[in-house]
């Protein structure tokens, strides 16, 4: 019933149709002709319409004629009627000569045939008429849409062919024979449907009355002439149309990219790894294309070869597990680090598509916050351009089932459209973005909501916490993972998370890209929105990238690419595109422009040939019209380089000619020049023109100038690294380096500049790289850095200007000046050209000119000139005159005079009487003021005679004097006088220092001396310490070194050459600079000037103190102070005035004004706000407000007070108090305290009676003395304790004005070759001045056999001494015998040390008394009750022969030993008792062993019994040692109680004993029959052993030592020849017979040197050649190698 019911509703629809045909037929028929010729105002045309799934009829009405609308309106209205696309409808006209109407066969022209609106025609041509009936399909989707030019779609659209006959694509016009369809079509590309041809032939009369027939197609046969019609289009109309265009063109390429995508992918798919994997993991076809397009994307990645290395190592890894059956693929995070831009979202999508792929996570449904993309190539609808094939949109909403389009889908823009399902394809979620870990976990449950085999993606911007390492352990064992990625800091920072510690992550760090990448990225995006290329590259193919890579590579460095990596190629893609739509504004809006970009789209400059040729023009006429530069033939100059280019150029270049500058080197495009040139002579202008001609001539691309300063690469610490930075600033145009004369002290800039600006010449470079300097630095520099020449071959002279060019550049600028042109006087020139000549050059030769400025010189000059002219018009209009001429002051030319033609010498009036004034206010300098006076009688003469040259001669001058004489200033003060009258032509004074002329290498010191003297040409070039160039003592370098050499011969050579154009000032103390001018006799002719400075006298201090208070601190003396000041500058700084003179004047000044401020501030404290409350304790603060009122009488005293210096504030007083007082008492408590030494005290007291004589109104010359003396004594007396006593108590006293105490042994004053000992004395004098210098064992100067340098020492050292016999005590202390030899050996030692002060022994008495205060002040120890008076009998009875060689230090010892009897004493190891109390701290009689004999018998023989004291050990227990080894025996420390005392009292007391041990001793020696010295083998060599040898041990070494010596008397060897070493500091010579005599009789020492006690305090580190135990006492030879410790010399002696 239903298939009844539908088949009658369509025969009733039929019936419909067929009368209204009919009823339409009838109206058509019967119409009046007048009704059909009038014109309706619309069109009206009736459509059967059969659209997808709709039929039926719908009119269309246009506005307007059949001859006034055009096709395209029509095919838009039916656009917008049935959401159908112009490309994809039919229109065939209805044949009415049928009933019911049929279509025609024949359609009519397809949208795609016209190119543009223009080309399609009005409906009347086509046939059409008002009424006409039309039957409209639709071409199916992807045939027939494209463009002629596209490419055909697939066979699936065959069946249109039936109905549209295929045509050529070809063809763009309308055909009038077209072509029927054939039988049988077969599976074809889809035609582009032709032109519509004329209706077919009517059917017979009989059957229907035809229809007027409708007008031939135009172009066809037989077609009569039509007149034009303008169709009715709107801008609108034509927008639209080129937007159809555009959208058409764009989804051509779209498909041409797709096409090559997908051949990428076929190839993918037939690599046989491909077969390979998706055989092993059993992948489906859909996992083979879906690997297939991630391998070809990952192919095409940029900057991504560690993420495609990890997804193939993955794959096999994961095949490789699923071939061995292993179970689940293990899962592990990702860590992604890169920097900003370098791809790290793209390579984490990458990676999601690989987990998605291995976890087989593929299949997608169309769901609500899924994405989507077409299935078909474009919108069907064109819903705004929604979507199209490569666009991923986002479904926002599902609508119920039944709803026609029920996805609501939001696009790329934003927009929304509704979709079909069948229309989309869903895109599977490999990768889920979070924003947090968090949003894993539920906010509910707290646990984790996670899907198995899941991929997300985590942003990171900081360290993750141990929360989210928790979460993170989560998804892992829910087989999901987390790429994360981040900062290569962040990413480190995460990477101690206990999760992965755990399991260690992926770690995957991008690097930055290259301009490679970022130009393949570029050609990416350019590829993607459809352009068709760049320049001469089209998309597709390799010339893209390298046209790109060439863009890159000019307009960006690496540091803009590191900064912004993949985000660096959208912006330059952007900017691109905003110049290309600039660019073709005015082009047509379908314009092929408008598809490409260019290279200057990009920002690169290029010319065309007629810009070429006209800036090429435009430098020849600029370069013809200016001065100098040399001729066009003239070799290596401006004009001929410009002239060589330009025929080289033009192929006129002649081959093989010429060299140096031009020729062979100017035979190509050069990128690298050397200029030399002085200043002035138009450097910047030939770098302005070499950078426009050779960017014309195709060398370099742009015409940027980058400056660097020669100075500032000089001193840069990293010169490369500068170099590159700004050779990246001039990419592709021009740098240069100006002043490249600075770099001649720095070698590692010239190596700089050789490796990276360099490199830039020849065919191959970019940038134009020019070093600008004078000729001799740029010569010096090439001398420094040979390849700097072969790196800059072109080599350009720019000369100087001549005098006559000079003037006419003072003529051009004068015409030319901004305030109005102006011309010189007629016939001036030639006199102006020789003023020049005479005043600034060489004599009428102009050499000098480029050292002057060249035309900066004449700027000057005109400068001057116009100056000169306007006070000179303005003093003849003040004075009532006219201009000359009677013309207004405009035509005033330019006079001599107003070029200082004839005018006076130097400065004005003003400027010479403000420097007499300076001259005269100098302190002193009698014979510097006498030389200004010469000076300015010798200018008057000039003046008035007009003999200029009478002041070009040398006024090189030497000044000498004492520091603070004043050198510099005066230096200063000359070469500015010699300025303002006119003998120096520029104010330059540029000092240095002798040392700084030398350079630290070989070849360096001439570049800087010549440097110098540029620096100050013209003016003043002061050398101070000038001696330094030759003297060791002032520097680097010595007298006759190799850089002193080349300084002087530099500094003779230039002085000479520029002799009478620079002053040069020499400067130094009279001493040295007179050793140098005998050094060098060319500075003596080369500097006749001489001039000493002599020190200033105390009047003259006084009065520059007043000066400096008047000038620098604004106050004034009070009267009388001066003439108060003078007498206490020379009484009481009279030896400081030679050292530091106007210094000395400046520093009592400040110290004056801090004594004004403390006093001020002292006695008016409530007016400086000074409380007291915060200083005593307890005291409350006053309050705030009281605190700061103050009193305004008090402030008022103050201001009065502060404008005068008083007497006090100089320290001028009525009873001056020497020295410091608080100093002084502690030396006197210190001589009070000293034992005996009545003749010191005595000193001391005379000492203090003269100051006290000074201090009470007496002559102060009294302390202006030598003070030297020597002090003689035996060993121990204290000598150098008094001597210390002695510097002390003078300084104290304010005799001596440093407390500095210098100690020197007599023999380290001695040098070591011959000269050294004078420096060695001088150095010592120079250290200890204002202080003493002691010099101990002072007899050691004197020759004591051999030596060559006694009398080179005595000498220097009362040279010295006389030289500073008043400010600096020298002290000589030795014995008195030896002292009084070494005051004979020079008579000049009695004279110059005339006091002595003997130090008698101390007696027991005092001795005594020493050792107490001893035990006190050092022990920390106390005497018993009357211990004192025992233990001075006790030295006199047991110790009185000891006195006279130890003194002092006999009582030290003895309080040493009785300290270690007393720990003896107490130290009992059986006791129980602790050891504290006074009794710990007290000193007893028998500790001092004071007592009977039998009582020390007694207790000695106990002891000697005792077990403590060790045997000699049994053979066998002997150390074994290769005495052939070498190896010495360790060194072992003596034990406490070892000293030679008690040895002594021990052997004394035992005797017996000890004679049984010393045979026993000998015995075993004998049996041993061991020659070897070494004795190791007869001391304790046990690990039981004691620290030091017991008195057997010594015995018998002692004993096998003596028996050594008998055998060597019978068989003596050879002396052995060994070095004498000197006596080193704290040892003393042997005196005492016994002692030599013990030694001399152990024969230890084979060479018999000279004996010499050992300094206790400071023992060496060696060893007893006797008993080989560590030395603390004893002697040594004076060879050095052998030494005895006094505990066998005492045995010895006790033996004996």
Not at 145 to 168: C, H, I, N
Not at 1475 to 1502: H, Y
Request: with cysteine.
């Amino acid at each position: 019933r239903e298939a009844l019911a539908r088949k009658k509703a369509e025969k009733e629809r039929i019936l419909r149709d067929q009368a209204a045909d009919r009823e339409y037929y009838t109206a058509r028929t019967t119409a009046a002709p007048a009704a059909a010729s009038s014109a309706p105002s619309l069109v009206r045309l009736r459509l059967r319409y059969d659209v997808g799934e709709k039929k039926g009829r719908k009119p269309v009405e246009l506005s307007g004629t059949t001859d006034s609308v055009s096709y395209y309106l029509l095919l838009q209205s039916i656009e917008e009627l049935f959401q159908l696309p112009p490309a994809r409808q039919v229109l065939k006209p209805a044949d009415e000569s049928k009933h019911p109407v049929v279509p025609l066969e024949q359609a009519l022209p397809s949208f795609s045939s016209y190119k543009n609106i223009d080309e399609f025609p009005v409906l009347s041509e086509l046939g059409l008429r008002n009424g006409q009936e039309l039957f409209l399909s639709e071409l199916p989707a992807g045939g027939g849409g494209s463009l002629p030019s596209a490419p055909t779609a697939a066979p699936a659209v065959a069946a249109a062919s039936e109905t549209t006959p295929p045509v050529p694509a070809e063809t763009p016009k309308p055909s009038p024979a077209p072509t029927p369809a054939p039988a049988a079509p077969a599976p074809a590309p889809t035609p582009t449907p032709a032109a519509a041809a004329p209706p077919a032939a009517a059917p017979p009369a009989a059957a229907r009355p035809p229809p007027p027939p409708p007008p031939p197609f135009p172009g066809g046969k037989g077609a009569p002439p039509t007149q034009a019609r303008a169709p009715m289009i709107s801008d609108e109309h034509r927008l639209k149309f080129l937007w159809r265009t555009i959208e058409q063109q764009k989804l051509n390429l779209t498909k041409a990219r797709d096409e090559r995508i997908r051949a990428e992918i076929d190839r993918v798919r037939s690599d046989p790894e491909t077969g390979r994997l998706a055989g092993l993991l059993l992948w489906s076809p859909a996992e083979v294309d879906f690997y297939s397009a991630l391998k070809a994307d990952l192919d095409r990645t940029v900057g991504l070869e560690v993420v495609r290395e990890f997804i193939v190592q993955r794959l096999r890894d994961a095949a490789g597990r699923h071939v061995l059956k292993e179970g689940k693929f293990p899962r592990r995070h990702v860590l992604i680090s890169g920097a900003f831009g370098v791809g790290k979202r793209c390579a984490a999508e990458l990676i999601g598509r690989l987990f998605g792929l291995i976890g087989s996570q593929l299949n997608a449904v169309v769901r609500v916050g899924g994405r989507v993309r077409l299935a078909a190539w474009q919108d069907a609808e064109n819903r705004g351009a929604l979507l199209s094939k490569n666009d991923l949109g986002v479904v926002t909403e599902v609508f119920p089932p039944g709803t026609n389009k029920p996805v609501r889908v939001q696009g790329p823009s934003g927009r929304f459209g509704n979709y079909r399902e069948d229309e989309l394809v869903a895109e599977p979620e490999l990768l889920i973005t979070l924003g947090s870990l968090s949003e894993l976990v539920d906010a509910k449950t707290g646990k984790l909501k996670v899907p198995e085999k899941t991929c997300y993606y985590l942003r990171l911007n900081a360290a993750l916490t141990e929360a989210e390492a928790t979460i993170l352990e989560g998804v892992l064992e829910a087989e999901s993972v987390v790429i994360l990625a981040g900062s290569p800091e962040v990413i480190d920072a995460n990477l101690q998370l206990s999760s992965f510690r755990r399991r260690q992550p992926d770690l995957l760090a991008l690097p930055t890209l290259t301009h490679t990448d970022v130009a393949r990225l570029v050609a990416a995006e350019v590829e993607k929105r459809g352009y068709e290329g760049v320049g001469e590259g089209d998309v597709g193919t390799p010339q893209l990238v390298t046209v790109l890579e060439h863009i890159v590579r000019q307009r960006f460095d690496e540091q803009l690419i590191k900064e912004k990596n993949g985000h660096l190629a959208r912006d330059v893609l952007d900017l691109a595109i905003t110049r290309k739509n600039d660019r073709t504004w005015s082009d047509s809006l379908d314009s092929k422009e408008r598809f490409r970009l260019t290279p200057m789209d990009f920002g690169l400059d290029i010319l065309t040939a007629e810009q070429r040729e006209r800036r090429l023009l435009e430098v020849e006429e600029e370069v013809r019209g200016l001065l100098g530069w040399g001729s066009e033939d003239d070799l290596g100059t401006p004009r001929h380089f410009f002239v060589t280019l330009r025929r080289q150029i033009q192929g006129k270049a002649p081959v093989g000619g010429g060299g140096g500058g031009g020729g062979a080197a100017l035979l190509h495009l050069p990128r690298a020049l050397w200029v030399a040139s002085n200043e002035g002579s138009g450097r910047g202008t030939f770098v302005r023109l070499a950078a426009r001609f050779l960017r014309a001539c195709g060398a370099i691309s742009r015409e940027e100038v980058v400056w660097v300063d020669g100075s500032e690469l000089a001193a840069a610490t990293n010169p490369t690294e500068l170099l590159e930075t700004k050779l990246a600033a001039g990419n592709r145009g021009c740098i240069v380096l100006r002043e490249a004369e600075a770099l001649a002290d720095a070698r590692e800039a010239l190596r700089a500049l050789a490796s990276v600006l360099g490199s830039s010449d020849g065919s191959s470079g970019t940038t134009l790289s020019i070093v600008l300097g004078t000729p001799a630095g740029m010569a010096r520099i090439a001398r420094m850095e040979p390849a700097l020449e072969a790196r800059f071959p072109t080599r350009i002279a720019m000369p100087d200007l001549t005098a006559t060019e000079l003037v006419e550049f003072i003529e051009r600028s004068a015409a030319n000046l901004p305030t109005g042109a102006l011309y010189l006087d007629e016939g001036i020139s030639p006199r102006l050209v020789e003023h020049i000549n005479e005043t600034y050059g060489g004599g009428m030769q102009g050499k000098e000119l480029g050292e002057r400025g060249n035309l900066a010189l004449a700027r000057r000059l005109l400068q001057r000139a116009v100056q000169n002219r306007i006070t000179r018009l303005f003093n003849r209009i003040q004075e009532g005159e006219g201009p000359a001429g009677g013309d207004g002051p405009e035509t005033e030319p330019l006079t001599l005079a107003d070029f200082d033609v004839g005018a006076p010498l130097g400065e004005g009036n003003e400027q010479k009487a403000a420097i007499d004034e300076e001259v005269n206010n100098l302190v002193g300098m009698g014979k510097a003021k006498d030389w200004f006076q010469q000076v300015r009688q010798k200018v008057a003469f000039v003046e008035q005679t007009g003999t200029r040259s009478d002041l070009r001669v040398c006024l090189n001058v030497i000044i000498t004097g004492n520091p603070g004489t004043g050198k510099t200033t005066f230096a200063r003060l000359l070469a500015k006088f010699f300025h303002t009258y006119g003998v120096l032509s520029k104010d330059s004074f540029v000092e240095k220092n002798g040392l700084e002329l030398k350079a630290e290498y070989m070849g360096g010191t001439a570049p800087r001396v010549k440097s110098a003297v540029q620096e100050a040409m013209g003016g003043c070039l002061f050398l101070d310490e000038a001696y330094a160039l030759m003297d060791s003592s002032a520097g680097v370098g010595g007298a006759g070194d190799a850089f002193s050499q080349e300084a002087l011969r530099t500094l003779l050579t230039e002085v000479e050459n520029h002799r009478t154009n620079l002053m040069v000032v020499l400067a130094g103390y009279k001493e040295k600079m007179g050793r140098l001018l005998r050094a060098e006799e060319g500075l003596s002719r080369r500097f006749p000037g001489r001039l000493h400075l002599d020190d200033y006298t105390p009047d003259d201090l006084a009065s520059i103190c007043e000066m400096t208070s008047r000038t620098k601190h604004q106050r004034e003396f009070e009267p009388g102070l001066r003439e108060k000041l003078a007498v206490h500058i020379e009484n009481f700084y009279w030896r400081d005035i030679s050292q530091q003179n106007a210094g000395l004047a400046v520093n009592l000044t400040e110290r004056a004004l801090d004594r004004q401020i403390v006093r001020l501030v002292s006695e008016h404290p409530k007016a400086f706000d000074v409380g007291t409350n915060h200083i005593i304790g307890g005291a409350a603060p006053a309050p705030a407000n009281l605190t700061r009122q103050r009193s305004a009488n008090e402030i008022q005293q103050v201001k009065e007070k502060v404008a005068f210096f008083t007497a006090a504030d100089f320290g001028i007083e009525e009873r001056p108090t020497l020295g410091d007082p608080e100093l002084r008492a502690r030396v006197k408590e210190e001589v009070a305290r000293l034992t005996g030494m009545a003749n010191v005290k005595a000193f001391f007291e005379e000492m203090s009676r003269t100051v006290a004589f000074v201090e009470r109104g007496g002559d102060p010359r009294v302390l202006q003395t030598s003070l030297n003396l020597r002090l003689t004594g035996n060993p121990g007396t204290g000598k150098t304790t008094v001597a210390r006593l002695i510097g002390r108590y003078l300084y104290a006293h304010g005799i001596l004005p440093r407390d500095t105490f210098v100690e020197r042994n007599a023999l380290a004053l001695k040098g070591q070759f011959v000269g050294q000992t004078a420096p060695t004395v001088i150095e010592a004098v120079r250290d200890a001045m204002g202080g003493c210098l002691f010099i101990d064992e002072a007899y050691a100067l004197a020759d004591r056999g051999g030596d060559k340098f006694s009398g080179e020492v005595i000498r220097t050292l009362l040279t010295e001494v006389e030289n500073h016999r008043t400010g600096l005590l020298v002290v000589l202390a030795g014995y008195a015998d030896k002292m009084g030899a070494l005051m004979d050996s020079d008579p000049g030692l009695r004279r110059r040390f005339s006091l002595e002060l003997r130090l008698e022994d101390y007696s027991p008495e005092e001795l005594a008394e020493i050792c107490e205060f001893a035990a006190a002040d050092r022990l920390r120890l106390t005497f018993a009750p009357g211990l004192r008076q025992a233990l001075a009998r006790h030295i006199r009875e047991v110790h009185g022969h000891e006195i006279g060689q130890h003194n002092g230090g006999l009582a030290v010892t003895l309080a040493e030993r009785a300290f270690r009897k007393l720990a003896t004493r107490l130290g009992d190891p059986k006791a129980e008792q602790t050891v504290c109390g006074a009794a710990a701290r007290e000193l007893l009689p028998e500790d001092f062993e004071i007592g009977s004999s039998s009582e020390c018998s007694c207790q000695s023989a106990s002891r000697s019994k005792s077990p403590t004291v060790s045997q000699p050990p049994a053979k066998s227990a002997r150390r074994e040692q290769d005495p052939r080894s070498g190896v010495r025996a360790a060194k072992r420390g003596r034990p406490a109680g070892a000293g030679g005392g008690s040895w002594r009292n021990a052997v004394g007391s035992l005797a017996r004993g000890i004679a049984a041990e010393l045979l026993r001793g000998m015995e075993e020696a004998i049996e041993d029959g061991d020659d070897d010295d070494n004795l190791d083998e007869d001391m304790p060599g046990g690990p039981d052993a004691g620290p030091g040898p017991s008195t057997p041990d010594r015995g018998a070494a002692v004993a096998k030592q003596l028996a050594k010596g008998r055998e060597r008397e019978r068989d003596r060897p050879k002396e052995v020849e060994e070095e004498a070493v000197p006596i080193q500091e704290g040892e003393k010579v042997v005196e005492e017979m016994s002692t030599l005599e013990a030694l001399d009789c152990l024969g230890v020492c084979p060479a018999n040197f000279e004996w010499f006690e050992l300094n206790v305090a400071d023992p060496p580190n060696e060893n007893c050649g006797i008993c080989n135990y560590r030395l603390s006492d004893g002697y040594r030879c004076g060879g050095g190698t052998h030494f005895v410790c006094m505990g066998c010399i005492s045995e010895y002696k006790t033996r004996k």
